[in-house]
């Protein structure tokens, strides 16, 4: 899975898949918003959810902060909601 985290120039936060990019465009698909709690950061749908094809969002770049790699923790917690493998968690001993 290619996840990278989106500044949307509207001050979303928005993690998604990216199916393709160019020059102009970068379509995403199963975005989540990045929204900050008392743990850190939680997840909400994006608007792939309440969209009529519910499938994939192309969006021009004009309407992009920034386009980054996320942290590998965070796209383990994406794709243990969307992927198709899912993995165990470590155990953590207590000493």
């Known amino acids: 899975m ?3 985290l989106l500044r949307i120039i509207t ?7 990216v199916l393709s990019e160019d020059e102009k465009t970068i379509t995403l698909q199963n975005g989540l918003v ?3 709690n008392a743990n850190g950061v939680g997840f909400a749908p994006w608007a792939t959810v309440i969209s009529k094809e519910n499938k994939e ?3 021009s770049r004009d309407h992009l902060v920034y386009v980054v790699e996320c942290d590998d923790s ?3 917690k994406y794709e243990s909601i969307f992927g198709t493998i899912v993995k165990p968690e470590t155990k953590k001993l207590i000493l």
Not at 11 to 17: T, Y
């Open 2 to 4: 290619n996840v990278k």
């Open 74 to 76: 965070v796209q383990d």
């Open 34 to 36: 990045v929204l900050p």
């Open 11 to 17: 001050g979303e936060e928005v993690l998604a898949e």
């Open 57 to 59: 969002i192309t969006l």
